[in-house]
């Protein structure tokens, strides 16, 4: 990187998303919510709103404002917008998981249609502060494909959330609308989860990791191809889906078709990442890379599962499991392990980087504590994968413990978070100046050609 702009808010972001993160454990841990009640219950829409709203999405909203300048090196097209998508994404999150906890009772309708304004104009601000960026600098490398994506699978996951909201809200009983509402749920989960989500941490990663391995950028045919195998899935499945159900087809076959095509794209991005580890330069791990591992063994173990659900037809079963492992496993795990980095990494640029030439500095790896992070974070991916076997076995009580312990472990690294924050590391260490929990200090582009 020739530069860095900090982002004012990219720490309000994810200080947000990680109390969603805690609150859907602990809701999870409490009982509310798959398995205790039914798995399309409005406790269970709540909590993986929560989740993939509260948690995954505004973690990626934030980081993409930050790391999407890097990818395409041009400045952010509308830093002044990132505020208000934040309070949209927030107001938008909490009406939603207002109504849904208000659906049993019949009064979620102004919560819905509350959730469908304030969504609704926070995403489509954020896409349009992404996309311009991206237009301004064509052409695209592969991760800024990926993103590209990604956002598109964003953009179909808010159509069907706001046609499912129109009919919850009573705004709409169009016989599609109604339709959709009742059918084509499962497409509105693969435009969030393997779309949105899916798609652009794969794109983040590829940068991210290459950056802070000091590994070459893979960029190979298989890159490509699982590009476009997974853009292909993501089109297939959800708009040829969504044109099934609404025409009143099943579309099952077409579902099964879309994941033999998304499972490959899948498989050469491991294989990618594979490479990555091999070929890099910094020969001892740093924490964020090693534990990424644990997250790409999630997705290399969810994707054989639904390999093995679409060969032997047991999706109902299975998908709560799946589902879970993708969550926690692969995206939440991911998401942990890079914002472990990605923290130390945008407080030393904050703090140290301004100071660079004039003066010894201390390196990244000075703000944090590896040793006393590791522990928590096996933990955390040993407790996902035991409550996902929990859900594959039927044993409820035995998720609720591994939820539990997995609710601990994450609030211990959201402490290893708050303390790198406050550099609690360095408190012998002279400050030129000490950040704000919330709010990055603005700064002028800063050099990192000689990132410690």
Same mark, same amino acid.
């Given at each position: 990187?020739?530069?860095?702009?900090?982002?004012?808010?990219?720490?309000?972001?994810?200080?947000?998303? @990680?109390?969603?993160?805690?609150?859907?454990?602990?809701?999870?841990?409490?009982?509310?919510?798959?398995?205790?009640?039914?798995?399309?219950?409005?406790?269970?829409?709540?909590?993986?709103?929560?989740?993939?709203?509260?948690?995954?999405?505004?973690?990626?909203?934030?980081?993409?404002?930050?790391?999407?300048?890097?990818?395409?090196?041009?400045?952010?097209?509308?830093?002044?917008?990132?505020?208000?998508?934040?309070?949209?994404?927030?107001?938008?999150?909490? /009406?939603?998981?207002?109504?849904?906890?208000? #659906?049993?009772?019949?009064?979620?309708?102004?919560?819905?249609?509350?959730?469908?304004?304030?969504?609704?104009? /926070?995403?489509?601000?954020?896409?349009?502060?992404? #996309?311009?960026?991206?237009?301004?600098?064509?052409?695209?490398?592969?991760?800024?494909?990926?993103?590209?994506?990604?956002?598109?699978?964003?953009?179909?996951?808010?159509?069907?959330?706001?046609?499912?909201?129109?009919?919850?809200?009573?705004?709409?009983?169009?016989?599609?609308?109604?339709?959709?509402?009742?059918?084509?749920?499962?497409?509105?989960?693969?435009?969030?989860?393997?779309?949105?989500?899916?798609?652009?941490?794969?794109?983040?990663?590829?940068?991210?990791?290459?950056?802070?391995?000091?590994?070459?950028?893979?960029?190979?045919? /298989?890159?490509?191809?699982?590009?476009?195998?997974?853009?292909?899935?993501?089109?297939?499945?959800?708009?040829?889906?969504?044109?099934?159900?609404?025409?009143?087809?099943?579309?099952?076959?077409?579902?099964?078709?879309?994941?033999?095509?998304?499972?490959?794209?899948?498989?050469?991005?491991?294989?990618?990442?594979?490479?990555?580890?091999?070929?890099?330069?910094?020969?001892?791990?740093?924490?964020?890379?090693?534990?990424?591992?644990?997250?790409?063994?999630?997705?290399?173990?969810?994707?054989?599962?639904?390999?093995?659900?679409?060969?032997?037809?047991?999706?109902?079963?299975?998908?709560?499991?799946?589902?879970?492992?993708?969550?926690?496993?692969?995206?939440?795990?991911?998401?942990?392990?890079? @914002?472990?980095?990605?923290?130390?990494?945008?407080?030393?640029?904050?703090?140290?980087?301004?100071?660079?030439?004039?003066?010894?500095?201390?390196?990244?790896?000075? @703000?944090?504590?590896?040793?006393?992070?590791?522990?928590?974070?096996?933990?955390?991916?040993?407790?996902?994968?035991?409550?996902?076997?929990?859900?594959?076995?039927?044993?409820?009580?035995?998720?609720?413990?591994?939820?539990?312990?997995?609710?601990?472990?994450?609030?211990?690294?959201?402490?290893?978070?708050?303390?790198?924050?406050?550099?609690?590391?360095?408190?012998?260490?002279?400050?030129?100046?000490?950040?704000?929990?919330?709010?990055?200090?603005?700064?002028?582009?800063?050099?990192?050609?000689?990132?410690?």
């Amino acid at each position: 990187m020739l530069g860095v702009t900090l982002s004012r808010w990219t720490m309000s972001y994810f200080a947000v998303a @990680l109390l969603s993160l805690l609150a859907g454990e602990l809701a999870l841990t409490l009982g509310y919510g798959y398995p205790l009640p039914v798995l399309n219950s409005p406790a269970t829409l709540a909590v993986v709103h929560v989740l993939t709203l509260g948690w995954l999405s505004l973690l990626l909203a934030g980081a993409l404002q930050q790391f999407v300048p890097v990818l395409v090196a041009r400045p952010l097209a509308h830093p002044r917008l990132s505020l208000p998508i934040l309070l949209l994404l927030i107001i938008g999150t909490a /009406g939603l998981i207002t109504g849904f906890h208000a #659906l049993s009772t019949g009064a979620g309708g102004a919560w819905f249609a509350l959730a469908a304004c304030a969504l609704s104009a /926070g995403f489509l601000l954020l896409l349009w502060n992404l #996309l311009h960026t991206l237009w301004r600098a064509r052409p695209w490398a592969l991760p800024a494909r990926f993103v590209l994506a990604g956002l598109t699978g964003l953009t179909l996951a808010v159509l069907l959330g706001l046609s499912f909201l129109g009919v919850l809200a009573g705004a709409t009983g169009a016989p599609w609308t109604v339709a959709l509402l009742g059918y084509g749920v499962p497409l509105h989960v693969i435009a969030a989860l393997g779309g949105w989500l899916t798609l652009t941490a794969i794109g983040v990663s590829y940068r991210l990791l290459a950056m802070f391995m000091l590994a070459p950028e893979p960029n190979r045919r /298989g890159s490509h191809a699982a590009l476009w195998l997974g853009a292909t899935a993501l089109l297939l499945a959800v708009i040829g889906g969504a044109t099934l159900v609404v025409a009143g087809l099943d579309a099952h076959k077409l579902l099964v078709i879309a994941g033999m095509l998304g499972v490959p794209a899948l498989l050469l991005y491991l294989r990618d990442m594979r490479a990555l580890y091999r070929q890099r330069q910094r020969r001892v791990l740093e924490l964020n890379a090693s534990m990424s591992v644990g997250a790409l063994l999630s997705l290399a173990a969810g994707a054989t599962l639904l390999l093995l659900a679409a060969v032997g037809g047991n999706w109902h079963a299975w998908l709560p499991a799946i589902v879970y492992l993708l969550l926690f496993g692969w995206l939440s795990g991911l998401g942990l392990a890079q @914002l472990y980095k990605i923290v130390a990494f945008l407080t030393w640029l904050e703090v140290f980087g301004p100071q660079l030439g004039r003066g010894p500095t201390p390196r990244v790896q000075d @703000l944090v504590d590896e040793p006393h992070a590791r522990g928590w974070f096996r933990l955390y991916f040993l407790t996902a994968w035991l409550a996902a076997t929990a859900l594959l076995l039927d044993w409820p009580a035995a998720f609720r413990m591994a939820a539990a312990t997995q609710l601990l472990a994450t609030l211990a690294i959201v402490d290893q978070l708050w303390r790198t924050r406050r550099l609690c590391a360095l408190r012998q260490h002279p400050l030129p100046v000490r950040p704000a929990l919330l709010c990055v200090r603005q700064t002028p582009a800063t050099p990192t050609e000689n990132h410690p």
